[in-house]
């Protein structure tokens, strides 16, 4: 059962405590911010790839996650069925999970061949090298992407930086791979570490568009998802801090699902942040979160027509 929340009460900020429970679409002041978007699966089932193709519009990016227990049969099977239900989808690689080029070589001629793949995410992960690429940079620069037909990449970033790596060598890192890519060819776009606060997310927006990076943003967000698995998620990918922001006074009483609809109405009210989309994690369930993410896009399209033809 959702609350009765109102599209005003997403919009009053810190002082309401359950600003983000998450309310149906409907409820949602129609917002461009929310009119396209993508989502990210982690091995979906083909039951669940089939329900997708009737939600989702024809070619929405899902990208597919790189689990440890991933195989390479599995993440082709995949990508295929995606393709073959009109869905566009984006493997991610984890550059310290490769076990050699070879492997990597491999796995994208199959991607290319059998899903006509032509994106990826590429990332670190978050374990020690053991194979021929130490970090993400290095599968940009020695991967030989553009000849396995990749003509766009996805660079992870940070909104509220990493446990593991100084902020400026974040930035850094973010430029040396953006400047890689072009170099190479790829087209380019980011895709943020989902987060629960809209005010480090636009300082975030604000520091990288001043620094003059142009390239669209993927905005992660998590999809409407019960509150112990948020802890759970929060905990393991390092936003904690902006989640206890989310629920200070009322983590124990709170119930039922926590959502993004703070967060989509505070950056369709924010101008000048450039190309940027909602991302979708779907902690929540991957068909789930896709159904509201397309109603909160319907929403967004009512609203532009009603605007273009008023009465």
């Not at 170099?183 to 606060?197: D, E, M, P, T």
Request: net charge neutral; hydrophobic share 45%.
């Amino acid at each position: 059962m959702f609350p009765k929340n109102t599209s005003a009460d997403i919009l009053r900020g810190p002082g309401n405590r359950f600003s983000d429970i998450v309310m149906p679409p409907q409820e949602l002041s129609p917002v461009p911010f929310a009119s396209r978007f993508s989502i990210e699966a982690t091995r979906p089932r083909a039951a669940e790839i089939a329900k997708l193709a009737t939600v989702l519009p024809p070619g929405t990016e899902v990208f597919l996650s790189a689990v440890p227990n991933l195989g390479s049969d599995e993440l082709v099977a995949a990508a295929t069925q995606l393709r073959q239900a009109g869905l566009e989808p984006v493997a991610h690689v984890a550059a310290r999970r490769v076990p050699s080029a070879e492997d990597l070589a491999d796995l994208l001629k199959r991607l290319a061949g059998d899903a006509g793949l032509r994106r990826l995410l590429v990332i670190g992960g978050d374990v020690e090298a053991s194979g021929p690429f130490p970090d993400a940079l290095a599968v940009i620069q020695k991967a030989g992407l553009r000849a396995a037909g990749i003509e766009e990449i996805g660079i992870a970033a940070y909104p509220e930086g990493h446990a593991h790596i100084m902020p400026g060598r974040l930035e850094t890192a973010l430029d040396e791979k953006i400047a890689s890519a072009v170099a190479l060819g790829l087209k380019v776009h980011i895709v943020s570490q989902f987060s629960f606060s809209p005010e480090r997310v636009l300082a975030w927006l604000g520091q990288l568009r001043g620094c003059g990076i142009s390239v669209p943003v993927k905005v992660g967000m998590a999809g409407p998802t019960s509150v112990p698995a948020l802890l759970r998620y929060a905990r393991r990918c390092g936003v904690s801090a902006s989640l206890r922001g989310l629920m200070t006074g009322a983590a124990s009483g709170l119930v039922g699902h926590v959502g993004p609809a703070r967060m989509i109405a505070v950056l369709a009210e924010s101008a000048g942040l450039g190309d940027i989309a909602p991302h979708y994690f779907s902690f929540g369930g991957v068909v789930e979160t896709a159904c509201y993410a397309c109603e909160a896009a319907s929403l967004t399209q009512t609203a532009s027509r009603a605007m273009a033809h008023p009465n």
